[in-house]
């Protein structure tokens, strides 16, 4: 029970009664009574911690969360397949939604990277006219560079013809060299330097005493960088020749093999008539073994 005092006057009297109350009303609602400053004082900026783990709880659950965005996206918008992902990595990369992990860029390896340098071929062929074939290919296996020599015949219409059908000289083949050469170790427009040299390019149909249309000068080119090299070689060439070259230069045809016994002939007959009075002769003015 609160005693009144009888020297109180009656506001006094009030404002006890009021301070008496108050503790009083707070035990009974279990709550700490506001103080004057928290209940005239802004409100704080920090939010409750539960509030701020039910906002972590919706940025990885659902809601406006990275997951959310990732389980609504259109799936045609990804990548489906290698080239499409090759293309992204030439053209440039989407930069990602705000929240999402960068991912890391895909590694393709780019064909045009290993084969920017083209390698030069280990081995070419030329095939060269110049008069019987035993004088020709006695020459060129010599010649540093060049990995075999073959005889046989180009350039005519008679089809598999044989070295009688040649001599006869209406086949229309020309007694030719197949060079197969290093070109890293001897260039194709070097080969020709011997070729000039080891024959008379200005005289039609003929080397010395053999005549027909089978010992004509004659380069039939593979490519047409051959055919271009060719052309330019006979034309530089030209000025040391008092007569016009008529070698001619034509697109390669079907090669076929000479008989077995017109491969290596020189070396496997130098005493026969022929190898000496015309093949050695020719050799020893080259510098070449005879």
Not at 111 to 134: H, I, K, R
Not at 177 to 200: G, M, N, Q
Not at 268 to 283: E, F, R
């Amino acid at each position: 029970m609160i005693r009144l005092s009888p020297s109180l006057s009656a506001p006094a009297l009030t404002l006890g009664l009021l301070l008496a109350l108050v503790p009083a009303l707070g035990c009974s609602t279990g709550e700490a009574p506001p103080s004057i400053e928290n209940a005239t004082g802004p409100v704080s900026a920090t939010p409750p911690a539960k509030e701020s783990a039910g906002a972590a709880e919706a940025g990885t659950a659902g809601g406006d969360g990275v997951l959310a965005d990732v389980a609504t996206r259109d799936p045609d918008d990804a990548p489906t397949s290698s080239s499409t992902i090759h293309g992204a990595a030439h053209v440039g990369a989407v930069d990602p939604s705000p929240g999402d992990a960068a991912a890391p860029a895909p590694t393709l390896s780019d064909p045009m990277t290993n084969n920017d340098q083209v390698e030069t071929p280990s081995e070419e062929v030329a095939t060269l006219g110049a008069g019987c074939f035993w004088c020709i290919e006695a020459v060129l296996e010599q010649v540093e560079g060049v990995k075999s020599v073959e005889s046989g015949y180009m350039g005519g219409e008679t089809l598999d013809p044989t070295y009688k059908d040649i001599c006869t000289g209406r086949t229309g083949h020309a007694e030719v060299v197949k060079v197969t050469f290093d070109p890293s170790a001897l260039s194709y427009a070097e080969l020709l330097d011997w070729f000039w040299r080891l024959h008379d390019p200005t005289t039609l149909n003929r080397q010395g005493n053999d005549r027909g249309t089978q010992y004509r000068s004659a380069i039939f080119f593979h490519s047409d960088e051959q055919r271009k090299i060719a052309e330019t070689s006979k034309r530089d060439v030209q000025p040391t020749f008092s007569d016009p070259i008529v070698t001619e230069v034509s697109a390669a045809a079907t090669f076929y093999p000479a008989e077995k016994y017109h491969q290596g002939y020189y070396f496997d007959n130098t005493s026969q008539g022929y190898c000496q009075m015309v093949i050695a002769p020719k050799l020893k003015k080259l510098g070449l073994k005879y």
